[in-house]
């Protein structure tokens, strides 16, 4: 099994996916730490109620290097294989890319490369786009511009406030992240120069277009 | 019933699709002629088989602001209100845009603003994008910039080779172009800012996801 570590900064929602995703047998890995920069957020009480562990690393004062080291000296601790990036709000170093080259993935909800940064589903909507969407993408050193996993198109329909537009596109992330650590889980991408390419595809998790187990109750 | 003119350098396949739109009755409009800076595309030949007037301006040594004034003639002598840009591969000047601001269309073969230029199909296939698409919008005199009017999503599916990702960007654009002047004809559409509400949904018409019926004997 697929030893992960999730990154997070949020409410820990896109964790709460990954998770239900391997519990349930979906995905065939195990999260076996969350690491935070925020003691207060939700993720880590996620994480305690799946039973995963949290870890609370404190930024103030480290370098962006530093933080690179204590990252991946958790990694190392725990034999992690792979990162799911679910909502960290912080640019991680070259010697992190490098150490995790082609071993992590982050999600960008919009469909890049177009709105990257850190407003994208405002910048999105605030563009005009009748389209936009949700990316899962391998991390490199270059911001939100890592070979792209999976994609999903999210529309905009003329009933659509800000906030349901907001919700479809968490929706979309519900359905494909755990869809991506499944198909890396199963070994079922290749990477050429850019392009990742899917030598099998997998169906979408049961929950695609609703919630996920753990998130119903919110 | 509005009168549009459609501009076009190429084939003339989205000019097919939107004179099918017309005559068939889904878009309450006539296209009354087409224009081309080509002598020997292929609009021109679809236009004469549909009773279209096809005009031929020779762009040779002419300015742009030259071009833009002999455009606004045909139009001015045909009581053109509206124009249908479909493949029209030079850039149009400040004249122009600013005498048909509102009154033009474009269709750009992604999902604008991702992959503006010349080579969007290419350019998004290169990146290595998983969700491309196509994008009708307001002509204004940034490129590719306009306000969006109807974006739809495309798919590329591990199975898919640059060819089949290329005909389903055009089985898109034959869906929503005519769809878009659809919108405009019946006057659905208000623009506040960059965004193109849409106060009353259309259907498609009914050959969206295959070919219009003027492009199935091609």
Redesign the interface.
């Known amino acids: 099994m697929l030893r992960v570590a999730v990154l997070a900064s949020g409410n820990g929602t896109n964790f709460q996916a990954l998770q239900d995703a391997c519990a349930s047998g979906y995905v065939d890995a195990e999260i076996v730490c969350v690491i935070t920069n925020k003691q207060d957020s939700g993720v880590l009480e996620r994480a305690a109620k799946a039973g995963v562990e949290g870890v609370f690393v404190d930024h103030k004062g480290l370098t962006r290097e530093q933080r690179d080291e204590i990252f991946l000296e958790h990694y190392e601790q725990r034999a992690i294989e792979f990162a799911c990036h679910a909502g960290y709000m912080r640019i991680l170093g070259r010697p992190y890319c490098k150490a995790m080259d082609g071993r992590a993935f982050n999600v960008h909800p919009s ?5 990257a940064g850190a407003h994208p589903i405002e910048d999105a909507w605030e ?5 936009s ?1 949700v ?1 899962i993408h391998f991390v490199t050193e270059e911001l939100d511009a890592g ?7 999210v ?1 905009i ?2 009933d659509d406030t800000f906030e349901s537009f907001e919700r479809k596109i968490h929706l979309a992330e519900y359905a494909i992240y755990p869809k991506a650590l499944k198909l890396f889980a199963e070994g079922a991408l290749r990477t050429e ?9 997998v169906a979408d998790p049961v929950w695609a277009g609703s919630l996920p187990p753990g998130l119903r109750d919110d």
Chains 1, 2 share one sequence.
């Open positions: 469909l890049l490369p177009a709105f563009w005009g786009v009748k389209t969407g990316s070979p792209i996993v999976l994609q999903r198109a529309d329909t003329p120069g850019r392009k990742v390419l899917i030598e099998r595809d």
